[in-house]
């Protein structure tokens, strides 16, 4: 098994192959008691993510390749989830892969209150997020726990060496695994920090939330014409990759615009989808019930997804039709 920091990326540094081979015991034992594992279905998930064992799956809306775990590869990336990573505190800017958080509370940080909007896009942001990062940030997560239980650098070193080969394919994070969401949190809280002190520079009115790699600020008032340019430069400077070059969006409601972040508006009585997004999860419930067989399970998540933001009341009717005569009006 060869994986530690030189292959994860890090310039300069060499083989630990020989070091790996004494202390791997160390790592699977110590593991083994934090997530309740057999030391063996740890060396497993650690064969399968060498071997690269995932499944590839094609979103049918976006076209993007997401790629998921299973048996023990997934397993392990799970429980880093429960054990660990769901408990990291992480920045109050972030709305994706946290629990009671969504793209409805990332857009409700903004509307209906605001009247200006910056919205940008990491472009391939998961490929942006190298194997050798992931390490440094779980090196740094578990350095308090590690010191508690007695467990020296160099062991927690190798444990975080380990989590990285579980949770990284092609030395970058997957999209498509259950850690990569909270990983990516972990890796860009710095940035968010930044984005922060840039905000609130401007004013005490002005907000930032980011979702994934969606960003988005707000303000009551005009936005800085150099703000677009201050958000490049510290995606730059965090090594997250760029701005995607087409979706950066200034958005006025002086203007007549309409305010919309991840497809989600303000429509007066409350949080509703664009038209285009209304349009675009309907023809994905009539593909998914349509097909043979059907695929309920798909179709129900599209119409839990769409409750969420308007509640039984408010359901476009379209959507409601749907479900009525498909899925007896029940997600």
């Known amino acids: 098994m060869f ?48 071997q690269g064992n995932y499944e590839c799956h094609v979103q049918q809306e976006s076209g993007r390749e997401l790629q998921v775990p299973y048996g023990s590869l997934y397993t392990v990336q799970a429980r880093l989830v429960t054990v660990f990573l769901s408990h990291t505190p992480t ?60 467990i020296e650098a160099e062991l927690r070193h190798m444990i975080a060496d380990y989590l990285t080969l579980i949770c990284t394919r092609d030395k970058c994070l997957p999209m498509g695994s259950p850690s990569s969401a ?69 958005l006025s409601r002086s203007r007549g615009d309409e305010l919309v972040i991840t497809g989600i508006t303000h429509d007066g009585a409350g949080f509703a989808l664009t038209a285009a997004k209304i349009t675009e999860i309907e023809d994905s419930m009539k593909r998914a019930v349509l097909d043979t067989p059907p695929d309920l399970p798909r179709a129900k998540g599209l119409f839990r997804f769409v409750h969420s933001i308007y509640g039984k009341k408010r359901m476009p009717r379209p959507i409601r039709e749907l479900a009525d005569r498909h899925m007896g009006g029940k997600a």
Request: glycine letters at 4%.
């Open 182 to 250: 909270a990983l990516f949190n972990l890796v860009a809280a710095p940035f968010d920090k930044t984005i922060e002190k840039i905000v609130a520079d401007i004013g005490p009115s002005t907000r930032y939330s980011r979702y994934l790699d969606d960003l988005v600020i707000s303000s009551p008032s005009a936005l800085p014409n150099k703000l677009a340019g201050q958000i490049k430069r510290a995606v730059l400077v965090h090594d997250l990759g760029v701005v995607h070059p087409n979706k950066t969006h200034s």
């Open 91 to 150: 920045s109050t800017a972030a709305h994706g892969g946290i629990a009671g958080r969504s793209i409805v509370t990332h857009a409700a940080v903004h509307l209906p209150a605001a009247q200006n909007l910056l919205t940008m896009d990491l472009r391939k942001a998961y490929q942006n997020i190298k194997a050798f990062k992931v390490a440094e940030a779980l090196r740094r997560l578990l350095k308090t726990p590690c010191r508690d239980m007695f």
């Open 3 to 50: 994986f530690l920091e030189d292959s994860l990326g890090v310039p300069g540094k060499v083989p630990m192959l020989s070091l790996w081979k004494q202390r791997r015991t160390d790592v699977f034992q110590t593991l083994s008691q934090w997530f309740d594992l057999h030391p063996n279905e740890l060396a497993l998930a650690a064969d399968m993510a060498e």
